[in-house]
């Protein structure tokens, strides 16, 4: 059987973030950074089918994965990472577990914005759909350099068919794949928004 990077990703995603939704969901649980930071690490292999144009997103994105994944060692849940970095008045510091969480979340935002807008247009171009999350989601949060070079990595995506069959899906499995994903991230994305607002952290930052 061919294995593509892509294998079973989407399958994967939608199923670790319906685990982490359905924590939330239940509001007897705080969420836990170490299946966490493991379902977010699920998302890197989308950047692989995207060629080398994403390359440097790839490397901001995981990075800060991997960082919260050390974390679960000493912190056990997210609210906890927060009060953590408010007592020692770092949220904002470069590097720091709150900054990270707020950044990972951006991108799973981006993620869920995106599969929305694929699924709205059945355009094989993934420029105007991708184009449009990114300035939804990443580009408000981001300096003149950074969306200059989203914007030419936008001219070299694949299509929407290269992208499925890397990924290995058709287009029917892949709609039900992403909508697993929107519906599973959303509460976790407006969970995190909150964890953020409730200590008054902002998340516009
Ligand atoms: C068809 C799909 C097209 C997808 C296009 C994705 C474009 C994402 C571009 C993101 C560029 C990120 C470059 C680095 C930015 C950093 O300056 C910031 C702030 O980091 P800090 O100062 O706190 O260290 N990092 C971020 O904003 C995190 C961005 C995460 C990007 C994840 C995107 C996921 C897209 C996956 C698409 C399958």
């Known amino acids: ?60 994105y995981v990075a800060k994965v991997n960082d919260l994944a050390k974390t679960s060692s000493s912190i056990s849940t997210l609210s906890a990472l927060l009060d953590h970095d408010i007592e020692g008045n770092c949220v904002r510091k470069a590097g720091s577990n709150s900054r990270n969480l707020l950044r990972v979340k951006r991108g799973l935002d981006m993620v869920r914005v995106l599969f929305e807008h694929m699924l709205a247009s059945d355009d094989n171009s993934l420029r105007n759909p991708a184009s449009t999350a990114y300035a939804e989601v990443l580009a408000p949060h981001h300096g ?52 953020f607002l409730t200590r008054e952290l902002g998340i516009d930052w």
């Open 144 to 195: 003149w350099a950074i969306r200059k070079a989203v914007a030419a990595g936008m001219y070299v995506l694949p299509t929407k068919a290269q992208l499925l069959a890397r990924l290995n899906e058709d287009e029917a499995t892949a709609r039900i794949q992403m909508q697993n994903y929107i519906n599973a991230s959303a509460p976790v994305i407006l969970y995190i928004n909150k964890l």
């Open 1 to 60: 059987m061919e294995d593509g990077d892509g294998d079973k990703a989407l399958r994967k995603i939608g199923e670790a973030f319906k685990e982490i939704a359905s924590a939330v969901n239940s509001q007897t649980v705080d969420i836990e950074v170490a299946p966490f930071s493991h379902a977010c690490s699920l998302v890197s292999p989308l950047f692989g089918c995207l060629g080398i144009a994403f390359k440097f997103a790839e490397m901001d």
